[in-house]
């Protein structure tokens, strides 16, 4: 599995806010939130709510039946010619994969965008067998010369600039020094075209497994995935269990709330559908074809009454284009293969609370990932029921007291009655003159200094409101 590096939260966060290529880029969010709103407009709101709803319910009876439509779409899989394993974690879907590829004597691999395979990491695993796993999405390839994670569900190299892209290829490539887009694209499809007609093994994410079909449905722009689930002679596709849906004809619900959520798009650019390997008469598609359905957590969350509906996920990443969070601490800060809102609570769902503490602290609770979703999942409550887990659930979960949470103990206690809380009132009242200047503290000592690194803190009234209460309005009997 990918490795986690979400108990580092706060310093990578820091390390964004600081750091003004970063802030510049994440400023290009403006345009996926205004595209999303255009498209639902055109789309028309009462429409657009009426096919949330029938997707939320979809969801809910597809996963309250989940093992009736995950078998159905195994059976139809193997009825079409291919090859179903299910993977308890990310060990078991990579050593399948491996198998897969060693059997076929493969020596590339080509890739299409697929964030379950980021989270089984399997780049590495095919790396270190000696096979050459390459990325064929344009901002995947991006990520991958520069060996770093994604940075976005959708735009996965949304923080590089143009200028560095060209460093990157003059580097890794080769290629002369280049400030146009277009020209960079360029030299990318260049490079690729090659590994597409080398490559022995192509794997691709799916967006939907339809049970009814045993068909895997692919939503990109580039047009890689299907070059990748046709050109070689093998194709893997991986899934998360949760992304089955039961008909054919529910790809019509989704379809247009992935699109126009994440871009703005009424439709992608290619919609694939593949059912099994080429079947003779066929002139392309691979000989062999397998699904990879992971588990790896999933089971757990479906379990959990609470947090069962972070499966509705479709992957859209408007969440974290409206998270005013991940608009300024961007997607590395995260850790993880889910960055923004929902990644705040599928990481801590799957790779456990303690190695991931701090992520259900990381939202303002505002709401506005819950208002844009698609689905409608409801994240901040999942991320109060996260935090909840963190501090008083079971001992698993529980991550060791912080000097925040005695102090919130102690304030507890000095809020339960009058006297204590009087004289604390006194104390701070005292305490905060040598440090308030024109009505703000600017600073304060550890373990409370934190508040005030970035902003100044109100400075407590000097005369209560109670005292006020008591000499003016108390008096006037209001
Ligand atoms: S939680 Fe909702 S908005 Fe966020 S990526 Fe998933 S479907 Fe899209």
Redesign the pocket.
């Known amino acids: 599995m990918t490795d986690v590096l979400s108990e580092h939260f706060k310093e990578q966060a820091a390390e964004a806010l600081g750091n003004a290529t970063i802030q510049e880029s994440l400023d290009r969010l403006v345009n996926f939130r205004q595209g999303r709103v255009d498209a639902i407009a055109e789309y028309g709101q009462e429409r657009w709510d009426a096919l949330s709803q029938s997707a939320r319910e979809i969801k809910r009876e597809t996963l309250e039946h989940l093992d009736y439509y995950l078998d159905e779409l195994s059976r139809n899989v193997e009825r079409a010619g291919g090859h179903v394993f299910f993977a308890r974690d990310a060990a078991e879907a990579n050593e399948y994969v491996a198998k897969v590829a060693a059997d076929n004597g493969v020596k590339t691999v080509i890739k299409s965008k697929s964030m379950v395979s980021e989270e089984m990491g399997i780049a590495d695993v095919l790396e270190a067998m000696g096979i050459e796993p390459v990325e064929t999405d344009l901002g995947e390839y991006i990520i991958q010369l520069a060996r770093e994670a994604p940075y976005h569900?959708i735009a996965p190299a949304l923080h590089k600039s143009k200028e560095e892209v060209s460093e990157l290829f003059e580097r890794i490539l080769g290629t002369p020094a280049e400030s146009d887009i277009t020209a960079l694209a360029g030299v990318a499809r260049k490079v690729l075209r090659e590994k597409f007609l080398e490559a022995d093994m192509g794997m691709t994410g799916a967006n939907f497994g339809v049970a009814e079909t045993g068909t895997i449905v692919m939503v990109t722009n580039e047009g890689n995935g299907r070059m990748c689930s046709s050109l070689p002679r093998v194709h893997v596709a991986t899934m998360g269990m949760e992304r089955v849906i039961p008909r054919l004809r529910d790809v019509a619900t989704y379809l247009p709330?992935?699109t126009r959520?994440?871009t703005g798009q009424r439709i992608s650019s290619y919609v694939s559908f593949v059912t099994g390997p080429r079947r003779s008469g066929e002139e392309d598609g691979p000989q062999e074809f397998h699904l990879v359905i992971l588990d790896n957590g999933r089971s757990r969350m479906l379990a959990d009454p609470e947090l069962r509906e972070?499966l509705?996920?479709?992957?859209?990443?408007?969440?974290?284009n409206?998270c005013p969070v991940y608009g300024k601490v961007g997607g590395h800060a995260y850790g993880w293969v889910y960055p923004?809102?929902?990644g705040a609570?599928v990481t801590p769902s799957l790779v456990g609370v303690p190695k991931a503490k701090d992520l259900p602290f990381a939202s303002t609770l505002c709401g506005a990932?819950?208002d844009?979703?698609?689905?409608?999942?409801d994240?901040p409550r999942m991320l109060l029921k996260l935090r909840s887990d963190a501090v008083e659930g079971p001992p698993e979960t529980r991550v060791p007291r912080s000097v925040e949470s005695l102090m919130m103990r102690a304030w507890r206690k000095t809020v339960a009655g009058p006297r204590l809380f009087t004289l604390a009132g006194k104390v701070t009242s005292a305490a905060q003159w040598p440090l308030s200047r024109q009505g703000v503290l600017r600073w304060l000592p550890p373990p409370l200094s934190g508040w005030t690194r970035t902003r100044d803190f109100p400075r407590a009234a000097m005369r209560p409101f109670r005292a006020r209460w008591r000499k003016d309005g108390g008096s006037r009997g209001g």
């Open positions: 569900i709330l992935l959520s994440a972070a509705y996920c479709i992957r859209c990443g408007a969440c974290l409206a923004g809102p929902i609570v990932c819950r844009v979703c698609p689905l409608k999942i994240i």
